[in-house]
């Protein structure tokens, strides 16, 4: 952020006019006074952007110096320079300044009336599905927001692909983003009827390596663990997968037509389970339930909008998985 950017944020806050008893708290208007007068390249000209007298600006930058025991500005009645001390301040007290500008949006920003576009990639399944009601939430709660919903398995350039936040199924593995955890989702092995040809459905995970399978290449491809819920003893089963898919849609359907058995998202499935579609296998064993995060890109502060849109995703998500108990993450983050 620039010093003219942060020094108008600063001005909305107007201070009394400082006297030598004042000068500790007034010196972030002084450094404000100090780089009007070097970007705007003399002091007549800082007066009349500050709204204020040449005197007045000529006051406070005298202040400046003698709070700082320096001479920042060498004048003459033809020219203005820095002094070399000068130039090291102007450099901090531009950064100085910004971070004010930062630490007051990002407060302001917590209390406003979000509003302005939020552009949110979701994985395909959860986005054409499970999280579009807490969206309607969102947007009546919020009528000045609009929101663009993207279906993404993967973003992995926030910056480059314009991207506010994203909802990610998986750890995390882009060190340089916020991860807030938010739930997780349990997954369970199924199968249509007819793949079963009538023989009763297998109770443990060994019995399922004697089926063909389909293969979810995000997260599981020629081998899946699955663990017993009572005991926690894990099972591999080794898997040549007749399908394979990236899709958590397309694996439900190879299912559903009989090609073979997968674990999928419980929440997906339990629908089909219900209606006898599909049976649930080995009921007492499951694969490992998948971490539910959101996630945005550092920043020194966040628009209302993403804060909201953000607390709203942890208050609907672990309802929305089929957690049992939902893992909210910590608050955001600056």
Same mark, same amino acid.
């Given at each position: 952020?620039?010093?003219?950017?942060?020094?108008?944020?600063?001005?909305?806050?107007?201070?009394?006019?400082?006297?030598?008893?004042?000068?500790?708290?007034?010196?972030?208007?002084?450094?404000?006074?100090?780089?009007?007068? &070097?970007?705007?390249?003399?002091?007549?000209?800082? %007066?009349?952007?500050?709204?204020?007298?040449? /005197?007045?600006?000529?006051?406070?930058?005298?202040? *400046?110096?003698?709070?700082?025991?320096?001479? #920042?500005?060498?004048?003459?009645? !033809?020219?203005?320079?820095?002094?070399?001390?000068?130039?090291?301040?102007? +450099?901090?007290?531009?950064?100085?300044?910004?971070?004010? @500008?930062?630490?007051?949006?990002?407060?302001?920003?917590?209390?406003?009336? /979000?509003?302005?576009?939020?552009?949110?990639?979701?994985?395909?399944?959860?986005?054409?599905?499970?999280?579009? +009601?807490?969206?309607?939430?969102? *947007?009546?709660?919020? $009528?000045?927001?609009?929101?663009?919903?993207? *279906?993404?398995?993967?973003?992995?350039?926030?910056?480059?692909?314009?991207?506010?936040?994203? &909802?990610?199924?998986?750890?995390?593995?882009? $060190?340089?983003?916020?991860?807030?955890?938010?739930?997780?989702?349990?997954?369970?092995?199924?199968?249509?009827?007819? #793949?079963?040809?009538?023989?009763?459905?297998?109770?443990?995970?060994?019995?399922? +390596? %004697?089926? $063909?399978?389909?293969?979810?290449?995000?997260?599981?491809? !020629?081998?899946?663990?699955?663990?017993?819920?009572?005991?926690?003893?894990?099972?591999?089963?080794?898997?040549?997968?007749?399908?394979?898919?990236?899709?958590?849609?397309?694996?439900?359907?190879?299912?559903?037509?009989? *090609?073979? &058995?997968?674990?999928?998202?419980?929440?997906? #499935?339990?629908?089909?389970?219900?209606?006898?579609?599909?049976?649930?296998?080995?009921?007492?064993?499951?694969?490992? /339930?998948?971490?539910?995060?959101?996630?945005?890109?550092?920043?020194?502060?966040?628009?209302?909008?993403?804060?909201?849109? &953000? @607390?709203?995703?942890? @208050? %609907?998500?672990?309802?929305?998985?089929?957690?049992?108990?939902?893992?909210?993450? +910590?608050?955001?983050?600056?």
């Amino acid at each position: 952020m620039e010093g003219a950017p942060g020094a108008q944020l600063l001005y909305a806050w107007r201070m009394t006019e400082p006297t030598s008893s004042s000068i500790a708290g007034d010196r972030l208007q002084l450094m404000d006074t100090f780089v009007r007068i &070097v970007e705007a390249g003399s002091l007549s000209a800082a %007066a009349a952007q500050l709204q204020s007298t040449q /005197p007045t600006v000529s006051r406070r930058l005298q202040l *400046l110096e003698r709070s700082l025991g320096v001479r #920042l500005l060498q004048r003459s009645t !033809h020219a203005m320079r820095l002094t070399v001390d000068g130039e090291r301040c102007f +450099a901090r007290a531009k950064e100085l300044l910004a971070s004010w @500008a930062a630490f007051e949006a990002d407060l302001r920003g917590a209390q406003q009336e /979000p509003e302005g576009t939020l552009r949110v990639a979701m994985p395909h399944a959860f986005g054409q599905d499970r999280f579009v +009601a807490p969206l309607a939430d969102f *947007l009546r709660a919020h $009528p000045r927001v609009s929101v663009e919903w993207l *279906l993404r398995d993967d973003v992995r350039d926030f910056i480059a692909a314009g991207i506010d936040c994203a &909802v990610q199924v998986g750890e995390p593995a882009d $060190p340089s983003v916020v991860a807030v955890r938010l739930s997780e989702v349990p997954r369970i092995v199924v199968g249509a009827p007819r #793949l079963l040809a009538g023989a009763p459905p297998p109770q443990d995970a060994q019995e399922l +390596a %004697a089926l $063909p399978w389909l293969a979810l290449q995000t997260f599981y491809r !020629h081998e899946i663990a699955l663990r017993h819920r009572a005991s926690g003893r894990l099972a591999r089963i080794t898997l040549q997968p007749r399908m394979s898919t990236d899709s958590l849609y397309a694996l439900r359907s190879a299912a559903l037509q009989g *090609l073979g &058995v997968c674990a999928g998202s419980a929440w997906l #499935l339990e629908d089909d389970i219900a209606q006898g579609r599909l049976l649930h296998l080995a009921p007492q064993w499951e694969a490992a /339930p998948l971490p539910v995060y959101i996630v945005y890109p550092q920043a020194r502060y966040y628009p209302s909008r993403l804060l909201r849109f &953000v @607390a709203a995703m942890r @208050a %609907a998500v672990p309802g929305l998985t089929g957690a049992e108990d939902g893992e909210g993450g +910590a608050a955001l983050q600056a």
